[in-house]
């Protein structure tokens, strides 16, 4: 019953933003619209033009491997989609966004079993009930969250759990179960394959350090090196994005180097211990205690788990994208911990202690006294105290489920094609604008339309307005980005020639100004010029661009009179502020005035001269401009 229960609140933690927002892919990043585009393709066109699929709308004029992104979730979702349908209706929409909590729900199972392998049945059922309310695990495994990440933990989870038994056993069919696991995780999620290499190879070397050496270890290990790298290498030769994303921890270490370049791998940054601790909670607490406890029991499956977690610790220390993975063995080590100190204490906490109630007819009094007096000689602390820190400990996981619940609903269930704000006197408010846009482009542009727009829109706009873009947040075309970094920094006339260059006939920019919608691209000058300048690419003098033209003497951003020449003459702020001047904010506050930069605009009177407003949103936050040719005389 406890298992089944955990197992509901896993699916109603992670269905929250299908209640409030109906079905809607959540997503941080771009690749679950990139995938959902795939699966579609996979659907309509089948395996073989799936594999050898070259996508031109995402990287235009070039194009794309179509397999980029994750194709083991494309593969999934499209046979759930198949098997499903054959049951009930049901498009393929609904499987993306359904698929991940299923996922979650299995990598809860699993953790009941590790945790039950390592402990007690009530060791299981704590790491199981724990992992339903991590909020690490909701944000990775929402409903929506269809990409690799909302896989990884669970696929890491069954290759280190296979490993276990491989050692266990001493079996060889069990090495082969872990290399095909390694091979999911290739297609899936291929920074997974580095965790659980550093998980079973550690184990080995720690075990032989300990003094306490694996039998016949080297030889499984060999086995499952061997299996996966003929998995893997036959793979990539059929889908070279497998060996692309083989290669990415490489990439974001140059990533790295190049701050230009470093909001391409958001999830991939190290991460705060703020981040850390809103998304562990209590964990945070339980995961040295748990780590303590397998550590000193000295069995094999207790040291992988522990290797498992200090891996997984380590891995989301320098990538905020692995602290899914983390919460499963933080959850499992916690819950044999919990479910130690429940185990010890439960007789005191249910007020079962016989020896403390022991009379005869004779000396009832005096036998009740000796009693007691051998309960607080044996026992490490009075029974009055067990129960307090017992009192202590369920409020504690009280308090862990309250903010687990409230980060699935603030902070867990709003997808990035809506925007969502609060009013005056607490109603929520929710602006549908994206949408909007998208199904406006979808039908009302010519379908070999071509959209200059920021990269983080590019993969919702091939999704949802099905027409190209020039750049999108793929790993593929860096050089493209800063194109399209320069290009929206760039004045007027220049940007439109450029634009024509890449086949370009569309401007899309997101402006927050009207509602207060802070994440718009105003905000992200700093990285376009930046990706622009590591590029090497020059503005319209000739000079290579730097962040600096676009800040005030003060080193503030400003878009009001004391706004840099350079900016106010930038394609971005024109399109943003076109008209802009006829809109009153705010009471009290002149026309023009923004909302997020707190500032009433530079320049509000002028006319576009190389573009045509075609559609501006209900809140203003979509813009879509029309390039128009140039006259003859140009």
């Known amino acids: 019953i406890g298992a089944v229960g955990a197992a509901g609140a896993c699916v109603a933690m992670r269905l929250v933003s299908v209640w409030r927002h109906r079905e809607l892919l959540f997503s941080r990043g771009s690749e679950p619209y990139t995938n959902l585009r795939a699966a579609r393709f996979l659907q309509s066109h089948g395996f073989g033009e799936y594999l050898s699929w070259h996508d031109v709308t995402g990287m235009q004029p070039y194009g794309r491997p179509g397999t980029i992104g994750s194709p083991g979730m494309v593969m999934v979702g499209s046979a759930a989609h198949s098997a499903a349908s054959s049951v009930i209706p049901m498009d393929l929409d609904s499987i993306a966004v359904l698929l991940p909590v299923l996922l979650a729900v299995s990598t809860v199972a699993t953790s009941y079993t590790i945790g039950r392998g390592i402990g007690t049945n009530l060791s299981g059922l704590a790491a199981a009930w ?174 992988l788990v522990g290797l498992w977690a200090l891996v997984a610790l380590a891995n989301t220390a320098v990538s905020i994208e692995c602290v899914g993975v983390l919460t499963v063995p933080a959850c499992i080590v ?17 007020g079962d202690v016989s020896s403390g109630t022991a009379t005869d007819t004779a000396g009832g009094k005096s036998v009740k006294r000796e009693a007691k007096k051998r309960d607080k000689a044996t026992d490490p602390l009075p029974r009055r105290g067990i129960q307090a820190v017992s009192l202590c400990v369920m ?127 105003l905000a992200k000058v700093t990285w376009m010029v930046r ?36 900016l106010r003459s930038s394609l971005l702020y024109r399109l943003s502020y076109y008209r802009f001047a006829e809109l009153f904010t705010e009471p009290a506050k002149p026309s023009g005035y923004d909302r997020v930069r707190r500032a009433e605009v530079g320049e509000k009177d002028f006319t576009l001269e190389g573009f045509e407003e075609v559609y501006t949103s209900s809140q203003w936050i979509v813009r879509i401009y029309k390039a128009l040719p140039p006259p003859n005389r140009e």
């Open 395 to 521: 409020v504690i996981c009280a308090g862990f489920a309250r903010h687990a619940a409230w980060a699935a609903v603030t902070a867990y269930s709003t997808p990035a094609i809506v925007v969502t704000a609060t009013a005056a006197d607490g109603t929520r408010i929710v602006y549908d604008d994206f949408r909007e846009a998208y199904s406006w482009i979808r039908n009302n542009t010519a379908q070999d339309a071509t959209f200059l727009t920021w990269p983080d829109h590019g993969p919702q706009l091939t999704a949802l307005g099905d027409r190209a873009v020039i750049s999108d947040t793929t790993r593929w075309n860096a050089t493209h980005v800063a194109a399209v970094g320069r290009m929206l920094t760039l004045p007027e006339r220049q940007a439109r020639d450029e634009m024509q260059r890449f086949g370009a006939t569309h401007v899309l920019v997101v402006f927050g100004g009207k509602v207060g919608y802070a994440n718009d691209d």
């Open 130 to 303: 724990l992992l339903a309310l991590a909020p690490g695990h909701v944000a990775a495994t929402g409903a929506g969250s269809f990409d690799g990440g909302a896989a990884g933990p669970l696929l890491v989870a069954l290759a280190v759990w296979r490993w276990g038994a491989a050692v266990r056993h001493g079996s060889v069919r069990d090495s082969a179960a872990v290399a095909c696991w390694l091979w999911v995780l290739a297609v899936t999620w291929a920074q997974g394959v580095r965790i659980v290499l550093e998980v079973i190879v550690g184990h080995v070397a720690v075990q032989a350090v300990a003094g306490r050496p694996l039998e016949n270890g080297v030889r499984l290990l060999t086995a499952v090196a061997i299996l996966s790298a003929a998995l893997i290498t036959a793979t990539a030769v059929v889908c070279p994005s497998v060996a692309h994303d083989l290669r990415v921890p490489a990439l974001v270490e140059k990533s790295r180097e190049s701050p230009g370049m470093a909001w391409m791998d958001s999830g991939r940054q190290a991460s705060a211990w703020s981040s850390l601790y809103y998304d562990l909670h209590l964990l945070m607490l339980m995961l040295p205690a748990g780590l303590h406890r397998v550590v000193m029991q000295g069995s094999s499956e207790g040291v």
């Open 531 to 566: 990706a622009a300048k590591e590029s090497g690419l020059t503005d319209a003098s000739g000079k290579i661009l730097d962040e600096r033209q676009f800040f005030a003497a003060a080193g503030e951003f400003r878009v009001d009179g004391g706004a840099t020449p350079m």
């Open 334 to 350: 916690g819950g044999d911990f919990l479910g130690a100190l429940t185990s010890k204490y439960a007789d005191l906490l249910l």
